[in-house]
């Protein structure tokens, strides 16, 4: 049985919350809000269910009771999982733990704790809000800092931004096109702006992404596509950053923010660029972060959004995927126009 560490890391969450149940949730910064908000009582794996008590854990699917398990035995457990992650040096590839391979063939039946790779969520919970003292059925991602940086967005040619390449000729085109090497994308910019070129958005190539998008703001594509031109000319793909080069004046700046956030928040919670979506996101209950030591917290979007979007504004990244596959800056040439296009993809920096 081998996990990669990423997978490993979303075990090492979920027997942290089956034994530390009280979330505690963090701002922006991750300084603590609130510890005593929510209590996990249930976390749900498809159709079974792990109820947690004082001293044990029941694991239940249907009604029926399967069995109970000591949650000092998953503490030590638990334990060991984190030291084995912290060890493992390579950030990518399946390994395996001999040592939890009873507990996760027993516990989740040899299963990975979550849901498939077209679900958002990655964990599902009943928890006891105390602020209302009642229980909320929540769904939380969880991005942790012991395996590799996540992808919000993935590249594909939904992502695609086409561009209308103006002041240039043929030979221009031609000339750009033979730039190759490891930072050709970077050549062929920096080659097409001082030949006098100029980038014109046209369109996403997806309508689909394009109406999505447009849930969000009317302008967004227009926005992303100023981004993602820039990112290249600039040699910047900090979100945080590129938003602070298009900013025109102070008063724009909670606009350009306000609509960042929420496109952020919108691939982290719900939207794919494939898939037509409706504006509702999957996940409603934030972000379980865990960080390089093991801590767990929690960015809330019950309460505490606007901290959930600056978090993720201050914590993403412009990322640059295959340039062969996307055709990145292969300008083309429809009738006497030309053209060019760039993909968008998104991860934690």
């Known amino acids: 049985m081998g996990f990669n560490k990423g997978e490993w890391s979303e075990l090492y969450t979920f027997l942290y919350l089956l034994e530390q149940p009280n979330l505690i949730i963090v701002d922006e910064n991750l300084e603590v809000i609130e510890k005593h908000m929510f209590t996990v009582l249930e976390i749900i794996l498809a159709k079974t269910k792990y109820q947690i008590f004082d001293e044990k854990i029941v694991k239940t699917v249907g009604n029926r009771k399967i069995k109970e398990y000591n949650i ?15 060890t493992h040096k390579k ?16 516990l989740l039946d040899g299963k990975k704790p979550k849901g498939g790779s077209k679900v958002k969520g990655d964990l599902e919970a009943n928890v006891f809000d105390n602020n209302y003292s009642k229980i909320i059925n929540l769904t939380y991602n969880i991005k942790s800092n012991l395996g590799s940086k996540a992808t919000l967005l ?13 002041d240039i000729n043929d030979e221009i085109m031609n000339q ?12 062929r910019c920096e080659f097409l702006t001082k030949s006098g070129a100029k980038f014109d958005f046209i369109r996403t190539e997806s309508h689909i992404f394009k109406n999505n998008l447009r849930l969000v703001d009317s302008n967004l594509d227009g926005i992303l596509a100023k981004m993602l031109i820039l990112s ?11 938003l602070s080069l298009i900013i025109e004046d102070s008063s724009a700046e909670f606009y350009y923010k306000k609509k960042m956030g ?9 939207m794919r660029a494939s898939e037509v979506w409706d504006g509702t996101n999957e996940v409603n209950g934030g972000i379980i972060i865990v960080t390089k030591k093991g801590e767990v917290y929690l960015l809330d979007l019950v309460y505490f959004k606007q901290s959930v979007d600056t978090y993720l504004i201050d914590n993403i990244k412009l990322d640059s995927p295959s340039s ?11 009738g006497d126009k030309y053209y060019c296009k760039l993909n968008l993809q998104i991860r934690f920096k």
């Open 324 to 334: 062969s596959r996307y055709k990145m800056f292969e300008i083309y040439k429809e």
């Open 262 to 270: 929420d496109f952020a928040n919108a691939v982290t919670f719900g």
């Open 154 to 166: 993935n590249a594909s040619n939904h992502t695609n931004f086409i561009y209308e390449v103006k």
């Open 232 to 242: 290249y000319e600039t040699n910047e793909k900090d979100i945080k950053k590129l």
């Open 176 to 187: 750009s096109n033979r730039i190759m090497g490891r930072k050709k994308l970077l050549d």
């Open 72 to 86: 000092a035995c998953i503490t030590t457990q638990n334990a060991m999982l984190l030291q084995k992650i912290l």
């Open 91 to 106: 950030a990518k590839g399946s390994f395996e733990i001999k040592e939890l391979e009873v507990l996760v063939n027993d």
